[in-house]
Structure formats: structure tokens, C-alpha cells
């Protein structure tokens, strides 16, 4: 099997990665491994078609304009 390297990343995404993988009850090499491999498995085409599912989930309904709220909300 394969080893890779990864030099020079920054501390606070190390801390970061060991805290996503105490959540999910892994070692770091394990988490860093789910990682990996989830990241090459998901394609392209997988991305759209997810996005197809959510756009379909939403297709013939309106939304109101937000811009009211969010300038209220700034305002606070």
C-alpha cells in the first residue's frame, strides 16, 4: 500500500483534523485516510447529480426577496 507525505501544514488545521477525528472515535492517520478517499471517490458527476436532486427538491416554488431582512438584521 502506498504512503504519503504531507509537509508543511499549518498547526491549526492539524488541531482541527485530530478534533474531527476524536468526534468520529478514529485516529488521526485513520481520519485522514476517510478523508482521502472519500475526496477521490466523489466525482464530478456525482457533484451534479446531487445537485439535480436538490434543485429538483426546490424546482416550481418562489422565494421572497430577503434583502429586507437581512438590512434590518444590520441595523441591530
Same mark, same amino acid.
Given at each position: 500500500m502506498a504512503e504519503v507525505l504531507?509537509?508543511? @501544514?499549518?498547526p491549526a488545521i492539524v488541531e482541527k483534523l485530530k478534533d474531527r477525528a476524536r468526534?468520529?472515535? *478514529?485516529?488521526?492517520?485513520?481520519?485522514?485516510?476517510?478523508? @482521502?478517499?472519500?475526496a477521490a471517490t466523489n466525482s464530478t458527476g456525482d457533484l451534479?447529480?446531487?445537485?439535480? *436532486?436538490?434543485?429538483a427538491l426546490f424546482a416550481g416554488r418562489t422565494f421572497s426577496d430577503s434583502a429586507a431582512l437581512?438590512?434590518?438584521d444590520r441595523v441591530r
Open positions: 504531507v509537509r508543511g @501544514l499549518d468526534r468520529n472515535h *478514529r485516529s488521526l492517520q485513520a481520519e485522514l485516510k476517510s478523508i @482521502l478517499e472519500q451534479r447529480a446531487a445537485m439535480k *436532486r436538490v434543485q437581512i438590512r434590518q
